[in-house]
């Protein structure tokens, strides 16, 4: 089961970054340099269509989590909770039997057709008839 462990591994290197990012971002001389890191991401495909990604606004999110600060993330992206649930979902003892429930019911298929059609809806539509 190599690409399971994969998985876990990559959840388990975001989740301790982003707990990394929380404590840091708590101290301000560390926080300035985080903010100065994350001037230089940029997303290929909104720098090349002008139009935000499904992901845009997940990094502002995740920091924004870092700090509890859930309005704002959802705001940033409405995912991010949904994503910070799976990435802690994967490191839990319980991540076998989610991964089993969601194949049986096609979680993944589902959730990415609602992904999909919310950033049709609400960053492509916006952005097409500017
Ligand atoms: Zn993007």
């Known amino acids: 089961m190599q690409p399971k462990r ?3 591994t990559f959840s388990a290197v ?4 982003w707990i990394v990012v929380g404590i840091g971002i708590q101290i ?7 903010l100065r ?4 991401v940029f997303c290929p495909f909104h720098e090349i269509t002008g139009i935000p990604c499904p992901g ?5 999110a ?15 992206n409405p995912f991010s909770i949904l994503l910070f649930g799976l990435l ?10 989610v991964e089993i429930l969601f194949r049986k019911y096609s979680v993944y298929e589902i959730l990415l057709g609602v992904v999909l059609t919310w950033w049709v809806i609400w960053r492509v539509i916006p952005c097409l008839s500017r």
């Open 6 to 8: 994969s998985v876990q």
């Open 14 to 17: 975001i989740m301790s970054g």
């Open 28 to 34: 301000n001389f560390v926080k300035s340099v985080i």
């Open 37 to 40: 890191i994350f001037e230089f």
């Open 56 to 60: 845009c606004g997940m990094t502002r």
């Open 62 to 76: 995740f920091l924004a989590l870092s700090q509890f600060r859930i309005k704002e993330a959802i705001q940033y």
């Open 88 to 97: 802690l979902c994967q490191i839990t003892p319980w991540s076998k039997k």
